[in-house]
T-cell receptor
């Protein structure tokens, strides 16, 4: 199994509070991604990183920020959580070779009340 | 821009029937990669297959087969003689290979239910 860990696995938070989700890898892969999964929408890309301190936006980046200060860690922050951000969040890692498949974490179920 | 469309939201079949999942993609690049992933009820995402844009050879792996046609921008997936364990959400994904744009974009997924 790919060495990828998401924490926490479950979280309930209140509207307006900041929340940080962590993705940790032990594979030294170059690319890291954050997705959210919602019924009817599949997996939508929030942000991704192609190296330390190199990040870019995905299709649903509003209300989210990311940081990658080390190869192994990719943090996703909800600056002020809203109920529309209730979702399952997946982190994925991918080697730098073109066409390589991505490996996914177990997911984090976030509920904003 | 890249886009992946899985027009079928849900498919329900009886065990041993064949089921085909459609995937249509859009990309302006000549070099790209296509993937299929499976998400069983337990929730993890499992990689099934990868295809690059230069390889249109179809592939068969056990009861799974894939049909890649660049002319119609499609990468369809067939499960032959379906089993209850095939019940899952299946995602098609697209990645372009140029520069730093290694985004991996997914379709909305097709939920397959196989009834005993």
């Amino acid at each position: 199994d790919a060495g990828i860990t998401q924490s926490p696995r479950h979280k309930v938070t209140e509207t307006g509070t900041p929340v940080t989700l962590r993705c940790h890898q032990t594979e030294n892969h170059r690319y890291m991604y954050w997705y959210r999964q919602d019924p009817g929408h599949g997996l939508r890309l929030i942000h991704y990183s192609y190296g330390v301190k190199d990040t870019d936006k995905g299709e649903v980046s509003d209300g989210y920020s990311v940081s990658r200060s080390k190869t192994e860690d990719f943090l996703l922050t909800l600056e002020s959580a809203t109920s529309s951000q209730t979702s399952v969040y997946f982190c994925a890692i991918r080697p730098g070779t073109a066409g390589a498949e991505a490996f996914f974490g177990q997911g984090t179920r976030l509920t904003v009340v | 821009a890249q886009k992946v469309t899985q027009a079928q939201t849900e498919i329900s079949v009886v065990e041993k029937e064949d089921v085909t999942l459609d995937c249509v993609y859009e990309t302006r690049d000549t070099t790209y990669y296509l993937f299929w992933y499976k998400q069983p009820p337990s929730g993890e995402l499992v990689f099934l297959i990868r295809r690059n844009s230069f390889d249109e050879q179809n592939e068969i792996s056990g009861r799974y087969s894939w049909n890649f046609q660049k002319s119609t921008s499609s990468f369809n997936f067939t499960i032959t003689a379906s089993q209850v364990v095939d019940s899952a959400v299946y995602f098609c994904a697209l990645s372009e290979a140029q520069g730093n744009d290694y985004k991996l974009s997914f379709g909305a997924g097709t939920t397959v239910t196989v009834r005993a």
